[in-house]
């Protein structure tokens, strides 16, 4: 057998029991269920593609859109650097489950920026969150939000701190581990500011207590617990979570999109030159002989290309076309690079 | 000899021993250059008694003062509790060095009170500060001052953050202890607040960087260390310190006034009975037997009521015959207590 093919179906494979794996260790609940009884407008392209792989408590806000009750989302963002399509990809998600009325919450986390080095103070950090990031929220339908930086709501300060002193230092270094609470502003942020943040919809001022939706990747996972355990002793509803999976890195199937990786991500606001020059240095489901390939077919789980398309492409009859197409070598791994990248453009690049 | 007499004469020496040794091993300067070159406009009785034991870079304040310039003083205050004497001391001292047209800043730290389990609410250590320790201000002169809850003052938690991000947990657990900094609120009150207090003169708003004294005790120490080197990151002038004894409690010299031990603090509303009563029943630094008094002498340095007029008593020729009477034998330690009590009742209870 082919080595090449054997080694990214072995990449497949290790990827989804990786994801299994998460789900059950911490306890989450798979998307079965859901899939199987939410209603259909409930449903979209997150859920069907397997992007959402696991949830806690997501009924209590199918309740709520079911019931027209009061619901909030909150989903922040870390203004170290523009927004790529891992942030849209995680907005669209947002704005899907906000159509029903979800009062959306969207942090702007300049103090995680900074207390993690990625920016050098407060002040850059809120630069770029007023500069690369809140003027693109119309694009996702989200300019209705609760918008803020952090430093510029430093209520939020107030209620961490409310929250930081029922928690030891201890269990968040269990939580996050000893490199991610490193200095005091990154155990205050993780034991404090990111819970205050989701809980923030439920204060008086928000309309008090209601089902809140969190959709985060599954490191993330360890706050939202803490957030749950928090929430039960401040009298509040234990915030609902969907674990996602994050838009990958061109480059390497099992990292994340990031800026700090040169070549990983692409940005909302690339030119079309490097969005085309970026998805065709991606990594590719296929092996490299043209002949093999039509033998064996390719492996659209991990191509980068195939992966834009399923996190944004809003057509599903089409999705499993290409799907099918490339998994049986009848498209090769540049086809879909070719559809990728006009898609992508088209999406980003607005139309004169 | 008499072996009460020997106790009462080795504690004192224990005290003055442990005063020094501390100043000694924290590198701090000694007050004797303080007393031969201060200007007599900067003398009073906290450094004339020592009260005041040691400081660093007292003379950048002092500096300050004689060439007209900006300064300030900042001095919290835990409104866990009503005031008590003890903070009378410190805020009579405070007073005394404003008067050269020093800005003061009292931050009164309900966040304090809260993460160290003193009180069970932000809520509840506001109550207490607005209702126990801000309307008492004008007493002491310091009406003027600025004057904030830290949770009514959510500047103050941005300004922390970007400290918190400087400095590292393990540092504040070794300056601290790990008691002390136990919960997410502990460290950041400690890694970051509390130190944001001590800067907070010399942001723009207050007029940008400056001289600023603060006054501690010797457990305050470490974080006035934390403050000087976070000064000179963020570019400005390291605060001055000022150690001084804190008021004894009334029940043993080792111990500080605390409102939590029950009979060792006179609290600024306390009624005369009260007052009487206490003072009455306090530790005293006479011998039991009146005659071995008249031939041994008390131990005045020692002795609560004595102690009470050290700390208050604005009459330097007064104190001395005190002093020198009771030393001798000539007062015993009921004539102390009885002066004690007179001139703190007529301190506090207003006369109609």
Do not use: W
Request: hydrophobic fraction near 40%.
């Amino acid at each position: 057998m082919n080595k090449e093919y054997k080694e990214k179906v072995a990449l497949k494979n290790k990827l989804a029991k990786y994801y299994l794996g998460q789900a059950k260790k911490n306890g989450l609940s798979d998307t079965k269920l859901l899939k199987k009884y939410l209603p259909l407008e409930l449903r979209n392209r997150f859920l069907d593609r397997g992007i959402i792989i696991a949830h806690l408590d997501f009924e209590r806000v199918a309740d709520a859109i079911a019931n027209h009750k009061p619901y909030a989302i909150v989903s922040g963002a870390n203004p170290s650097s523009a927004l790529h399509l891992g942030h849209k990809a995680v907005f669209d998600l947002v704005s899907e489950y906000a159509k029903y009325g979800g009062q959306v919450f969207i942090p702007l986390t300049n103090d995680e920026s900074y207390v993690d080095g990625k920016v050098n103070s407060l002040e850059e950090g809120n630069k770029n969150a007023h500069e690369k990031i809140i003027p693109l929220l119309p694009r996702f339908g989200l300019e209705k939000s609760v918008v803020f930086t952090d430093s510029d709501y430093p209520e939020i300060y107030v209620m961490a701190m409310e929250i930081a002193g029922m928690l030891d230092c201890e269990a968040v270094r269990m939580a996050f581990g000893d490199k991610a609470v490193k200095n005091v502003g990154q155990m205050f942020y993780r034991g404090g500011v990111q819970i205050a943040q989701i809980l923030l919809p439920q204060i008086p001022k928000y309309g008090g207590p209601k089902p809140t939706l969190v959709p985060v990747g599954i490191d993330q996972h360890p706050y939202v617990l803490l957030a749950r355990d928090i929430a039960k002793r401040m009298g509040l509803v234990p915030p609902s979570e969907l674990v996602i999976k994050l838009q990958s890195s061109l480059k390497d199937p099992e990292e994340k999109m990031s800026k700090s990786k040169q070549g990983t991500a692409i940005f909302l606001d690339d030119s079309k030159d490097v969005i085309k020059k970026k998805i065709n240095a991606a990594y590719t489901g296929s092996v490299s002989k043209l002949e093999d390939h039509r033998n064996l077919g390719g492996v659209p789980e991990i191509d980068a290309a195939f992966n834009l398309l399923l996190f944004h492409h809003p057509d599903d009859k089409l999705m499993a076309t290409i799907h099918a197409d490339y998994r049986k070598g009848r498209l090769t791994g540049g086809d879909v690079k070719r559809i990728a990248t006009d898609f992508i453009v088209d999406c980003l690049i607005p139309s004169v």
